[in-house]
């Protein structure tokens, strides 16, 4: 029984994804405003997450040779979203998140600004202006530039102490992610060179610092600043050897501080090392990173689902590293061995000796291959990044194929939860995302 409901809600996704290109790219959102206007609304991105990666995420999940119900899959598969840039075919993640945050193109790099420089009106700062509630969750920097993209306006997005410094001054009420050393001066471990320590500026401005899980989980009610990395948050595979929270547990946390309010919420959430792990062309970090990212789905798809008054929307900036779930001619996927892999390719990379001796020690007890081949090894040791030789092996056998180490041109997927049943569906672009989250939290266009 439960095959079957899988197999007819992908069957509904595949209609819905032909019937999208038959209507054509870009199709229009109806300017009339929605009878239902949701009191909250939750975005989610899967930063580097298209179709391929959502598709091998379930089938090593699943059992057999069937894919399992992915949470994101549970909900309403309403078609895919076209991601090109202002100025490229391929985008870069500040062009895509401006386009998701704003509803406006952008030339590749520029953040929360359009081509011309020119500031744009921002989802989240509409949501402030009517009195709701907000929040940016993210497993990248805070800094980096999905969150930033909601809040800051900069010409480059790699002035990530001044987006830091608008982070501040926006009074986002929840925000957690990695992205410390742009908060504090060099002397302290920072990448300021103001002296500014932005943590003492937030703690005057009313906010409840952490830094790991355990203080997440005993902070009180009130504005809260995670920062749990240096730079972005660790790997899902890795993070069981550090003290940061998962995705779903920063996502339940902001949700239950967010919905303490009288005039509901806006909450973006971004899984941003999917983003990571296809630039590396790492299959097993990539994959684990998009599981986590479904996880965080299944807390807000809870929430909405009790709620009965938020919408949910869940999709991509763009997909990044052209993943094939089958590769080199065969037609067959090994997801026992992505099932077998403990650890990134990065962390086992850092585990090697200089001469590369105790390699494959390293990669039968983190990776599960115990039997490396001469060929693989040396694909290994000859590589100019070890981490790139490592991943490569694991991807071989498991036919995960790669075409680029940066993003492509393909389109990404949209699904959506709680109050959704009046929103467009087939192909869209991705400013009608925001167009859609404008309308649903009551802006006059």
Known sequence: MIRKKLFLGMMVWIVTLTCGVAQGAGAQVEDKPSRNHPTNVILMVGDGMGFSQVTAAAYVKGEGVTPGSLHMLNLNPYGNVTTHSHNSV????AAAATALASGQKTDNGHLGEGPDFRRVRTVLEVAEQKGMKTGLVTTARLTHATPGAFVAHVRDRHEENQVADQLLQRRVDVMMGGGLRHFLPADQGGQRQDGKNLLDEARNRGYTVVKNDHQLQQAGDGKLLGLFNLSHMTYDLDRELTDEPSLAEMTQQAIRRLQRGGKGFFLMVEG????????????AANIRETLAFDQAVREAARFAGKDGNTLLMVTADHETGGMSVGANGEKAFHKEVIRKVKRSAHFIAGKLKPDG??????????????????????????????????????????????????????????????????RPQG?????????????AIGKKR
């Open 427 to 439: 192909t869209i672009d991705n400013t009608d995302i925001a167009r859609i989250i404008f309308d």
């Open 90 to 93: 391929v985008k870069d993640s």
């Open 357 to 422: 001796s105790n390699l494959e020690e390293m990669l039968g007890r983190y990776a599960g291959i115990r039997d490396l081949k001469r060929e693989e090894k040396q694909k290994i040791l000859s590589a100019g990044e070890k981490e790139e030789g490592i991943a490569r092996v694991i991807s071989d056998r498991a036919l995960i194929g790669w075409t680029t180490h940066t993003h492509t041109a393909m389109n990404v997927p949209l699904f959506c939860g709680g109050l959704c049943s009046e």
């Open 272 to 283: 941003g090392r999917i983003d990571h792990a296809g630039h590396a062309n790492d299959p």
